[in-house]
């Protein structure tokens, strides 16, 4: 049988990313902004992450205007939905092989 150790996605190792996903999961799309304070990060910090996340497929970037304001919005895709999912089954049954 298979560590479940072994299932896990490094990509998700960070506090930031598990919250972008997380955030992604339960809404359609989040913006920049909402997503900043959701998750307590920098500018820097959380642009960084989320151009980690969209470089591997697992999110979506769109770039838009509301009046003259720029407005970027991020959605989860199907594959970063499937990984992210599997990411927390193989936590799951690593939690449950402890107990």
């Given at each position: 049988m298979k560590n479940p150790i072994e299932n896990l996605n490094k990509l998700f190792d960070s506090r930031v990313r598990l919250g972008i996903m997380s955030a992604l999961l339960v809404n359609d799309t989040i913006n920049f902004n909402d997503l900043k304070e959701l998750i307590q990060a920098t500018d820097g910090n959380l642009a960084s992450h989320l151009k980690a996340l969209e470089e591997?497929?697992?999110?979506?970037?769109?770039?838009?205007?509301?009046?003259?304001?720029?407005?970027?919005?991020?959605?989860?895709?199907?594959?970063?939905?499937?990984?992210?999912?599997?990411?927390?089954?193989?936590?799951?049954?690593?939690?449950?092989?402890?107990e």
């Open positions: 591997n497929g697992y999110i979506k970037v769109h770039k838009g205007f509301i009046g003259r304001k720029t407005n970027t919005t991020y959605a989860v895709t199907k594959a970063g939905e499937k990984a992210f999912k599997a990411h927390l089954e193989a936590l799951e049954k690593m939690i449950r092989s402890i």
